[in-house]
């Protein structure tokens, strides 16, 4: 592929190379500045729904949990399993490592929910873990959004609560077939996040993961800048002298 432009004492003559250099180099740009900006709208319409999920809370009855959208505020009844309590490691507040203190919630038709009830600091010593006993022992009726598990993209990073010994259950992205079997009861797939005004919780700042939007749609525009830039350097590079 030649171009041939004579300008005056110059030529436009890239070579056939650094045209194809040139192409793939954009075509890799564009490719990712159009994922990023994907991205962005996929982050734009999870904070909506995370938005919307505060206009009214669904008293759910003894209905699941999946039946409602991702981030409705529920309204459910149970009691806190107290004994039973797993403690979510790798979990950031702030800069600081901590832990999501997750407590079984048994409802009255005896389907177990899994209440994140917030974030504890970690104590500086992996054999002393924090004091998250609860003091109610009565039913309760708690308020919360519809979430997910905490989820890694690394294998390594993951590692289930062991099957046998004290509790809390230290656990670093579990599935909820892994908790399940720790119990020794099935749960639900989605947990409770405990709204930040509810009683019996610590540190609730929830939000939906990942960054802002506005992130993603500014690492857009940035691979494009660099397809445009590739442009520019290609037709720098193609004139010679005469």
Do not use: C
């Not at 209440?115 to 970690?122: C, I, Q």
């Not at 919360?144 to 989820?151: E, F, H, I, S």
């Amino acid at each position: 592929m030649q171009f041939h432009l004579r300008l005056r004492h110059r030529v436009f003559a890239p070579s056939p190379a650094l045209t194809v250099l040139m192409l793939l180099l954009m075509a890799v740009f564009l490719f990712l500045g159009r994922w990023q900006w994907r991205m962005g709208d996929a982050r734009s319409a999870q904070f909506e729904r995370f938005r919307l999920g505060a206009d009214r809370v669904v008293a759910l009855g003894g209905a699941p949990l999946g039946g409602e959208p991702l981030y409705q505020r529920v309204r459910i009844t149970g009691r806190y399993d107290g004994a039973h309590q797993f403690l979510l490691d790798n979990s950031l507040q702030g800069g600081i490592d901590g832990y999501q203190v997750l407590t079984p919630l048994r409802r009255p038709g005896g389907d177990i929910v899994l209440v994140d009830r917030g974030w504890v600091a970690f104590t500086g010593n992996r054999a002393r873990l924090p004091q998250v006993s609860l003091g109610v022992t009565g039913r309760v009726t708690v308020t919360g959004r519809v979430g997910r598990l905490p989820a890694s993209g690394l294998s390594f990073g993951r590692v289930p609560p062991a099957s046998i010994g004290p509790w809390p259950r230290v656990t670093s992205f579990p599935t909820a077939t892994q908790l399940a079997a720790a119990l020794g009861h099935p749960v639900e797939g989605r947990i409770l996040l405990l709204d930040p005004g509810a009683p019996s919780g610590y540190v609730r700042d929830w939000s939906p993961p990942g960054i802002p939007a506005l992130e993603n749609w500014g690492y857009a525009v940035q691979w494009w800048a660099f397809a445009a830039a590739a442009l520019v350097i290609w037709a720098a590079l193609g004139f010679k002298r005469l």
